[in-house]
């Protein structure tokens, strides 16, 4: 018989071992709080399709905890330890001569010191030579020396030095490349570290990015900044005299001297060749906008430079434009992906596939089109005697050719035509084309058209790039061959209505499209 005392005692009994059995359950489905002092790392839950997935083990959502904060900052410590070794000191010099900034003030006799006489001036006349020096950055791509640079650091040097290990170098010039700014050199060294090449193609923007380099003087030699991919593909941003411009942005602080350095990403590869910035207006200084030469586009032509000094690039023999919305609805395109042959060159390689003019290429090789200024870069990739797969739109059908790619010369350039739209009412003035006129114009014998000899200011033809000197030959796709023509046509158009041109402006022939305004 069980006593009361017995029944407290089995209740107690019973009580405590649900306790300690609900606690052992609990921590093994994780529902109690983890302690304070251990560290929880953030977890991402797997979702489903369709769903968001679901952060676990964060005590408030978006804010990362100090463990995952302290493994970013050990990447970029172990990246900047990994790289730093690849990245130099590129110097040059070059000797200039300067105009003495007194003369224009003062007879030059009186600038001679006493008791010196005639031989004292400078026998060039009011010049004197002056060593010019100049500061960039490379990067090591091979263990026997080789090091890719920009161009314009080496760029009319007299020498050029490496500084590696607080030991300099002499270098010599391998091959440069203009059109993209970029330089190999060499350095008569052996079992050098070197980077490791990525994939730039791979980059998304958003990723971190560490950039590498010798900004402003060799006392700040390896000095590392970080920041994201904020761009890619970014172009017609007026770098210099830079033909291919297909620039990763970054915000990672870039500034004089880092020119030739590396962008690297967190797996330590290189992905890009630092090489410009945005800056402000009094000369200096990082804005938070960089620009980077992908390594994919680097490697290609830093390939041909070692193996040959030059680079040699493929040819297709076109002018080709972007087209807006504008131009797409008059052509009866069916979007703007794509680049509109605006001229076949005679005798080219798009000649004889059998290109015309006004056709529309929407793939390359396979590879979809954009725009003319990626096409223009993507042939630029493949070498002369290439077969590649044009796919065009002509007429609204598709059609695809064969074409042999031909080899780009510095004379025949692969141009993109500028995307202008026009209009007279379009405020265009024009003339009939004479002889006198084609000479004045420097405009080749026998062509016909209208030439226009006066913008209105404030026009939107001016406002869309039409100029004096351009030739009209056509109008919405009639041939104009005299001021009459082209006034009947552009009178006939409505308010609001779309005309297309077709201009010839020296060696290159485009189209531009705009709405009529009002009388």
């Not at 964060?58 to 730093?84: C, I, Y």
């Not at 490496?162 to 490349?177: C, N």
């Not at 074409?403 to 993109?416: F, H, K, N, T, W």
Request: aromatic fraction near 6%; glycine fraction near 10%; include cysteine.
């Amino acid at each position: 018989m069980i006593t009361k005392r017995n029944a407290w005692i089995l209740t107690a009994v019973t009580l405590l071992a649900g306790i300690i059995l609900g606690l052992g359950i609990a921590s093994n489905l994780n529902w109690t709080k983890s302690g304070i002092a251990r560290e929880t790392p953030i977890v991402y839950d797997s979702a489903k399709e369709g769903e968001t997935g679901v952060r676990i083990g964060a005590e408030k959502p978006g804010v990362p905890s100090r463990l995952d904060l302290n493994t970013t900052g050990k990447a970029f410590v172990e990246v900047a330890q990994q790289v730093m070794p690849t990245v130099v000191s590129v110097t040059s010099s070059k000797v200039v001569r300067v105009r003495n900034p007194f003369s224009e003030f003062f007879h030059e006799d009186w600038l001679r010191p006493e008791g010196f006489g005639r031989s004292f001036r400078d026998r060039r006349g009011n010049q004197r030579e002056q060593r010019q020096q100049g500061l960039g950055s490379g990067v090591i791509v091979s263990p026997d020396g080789y090091i890719l640079t920009n161009n314009h650091v080496i760029r009319e040097a007299e020498e050029i030095s490496v500084l590696l290990d607080k030991k300099e170098y002499k270098a010599k010039i391998i091959g440069t490349d203009p059109k993209t700014d970029l330089a190999v050199i060499r350095i008569g060294a052996k079992n050098l570290p070197a980077v490791k090449l990525g994939n730039s193609d791979d980059l998304e923007v958003g990723e971190w990015v560490l950039a590498i380099g010798n900004p402003f003087s060799l006392q700040l030699q390896h000095s590392v900044t970080a920041g994201i991919v904020s761009g890619k593909g970014r172009n017609q941003v007026g770098i210099g005299d830079i033909a291919y411009e297909d620039f990763i942005q970054t915000d990672a602080a870039i500034n004089p001297g880092n020119s030739g350095g590396a962008l690297v990403n967190l797996h330590g590869e290189l992905v890009g060749l630092n090489t410009a910035i945005v800056a402000n207006s009094w000369g200096g200084g990082n804005l938070g906008i960089g620009f980077a030469i992908p390594i994919n586009l680097a490697r290609l032509i830093m390939e041909q430079l070692i193996a040959s000094g030059k680079v040699v690039r493929g040819w297709l023999g076109v002018s080709i434009q972007t087209v807006d919305e504008t131009m797409a609805k008059e052509m009866k395109l069916p979007s703007t992906d794509g680049a509109l042959v605006s001229n076949v060159f005679k005798n080219s390689p798009a000649e004889k596939a059998g290109l015309r003019d006004e056709d529309f290429i929407v793939e390359f090789d396979g590879k979809k089109i954009n725009d003319s200024n990626q096409l223009m870069h993507l042939i630029a990739t493949y070498k002369p005697d290439a077969r590649v797969a044009v796919k065009l739109i002509r007429g609204g059908r598709e059609k695809l050719l064969s074409v042999i790619l031909g080899e780009r010369s510095d004379q025949v350039e692969l141009s993109a035509a500028p995307s202008g739209k026009p209009e007279n009412r379009l405020g265009l003035e024009v003339k009939t084309l004479t002889e006198a006129l084609a000479r004045e114009y420097e405009i080749e014998a026998g062509t016909a058209g209208v030439l226009v000899t006066g913008v209105a200011e404030g026009c939107l033809a001016e406002k869309e790039g039409i100029q004096e000197g351009d030739l009209i030959q056509e109008v919405n796709r009639e041939a104009v061959r005299n001021a009459r023509d082209f006034n009947r046509i552009v009178d006939a158009l409505k308010p609001g209505e779309t005309v297309l041109l077709r201009i010839i402006r020296g060696e290159n022939k485009f189209f531009v499209a705009l709405k009529a305004e009002n009388d």
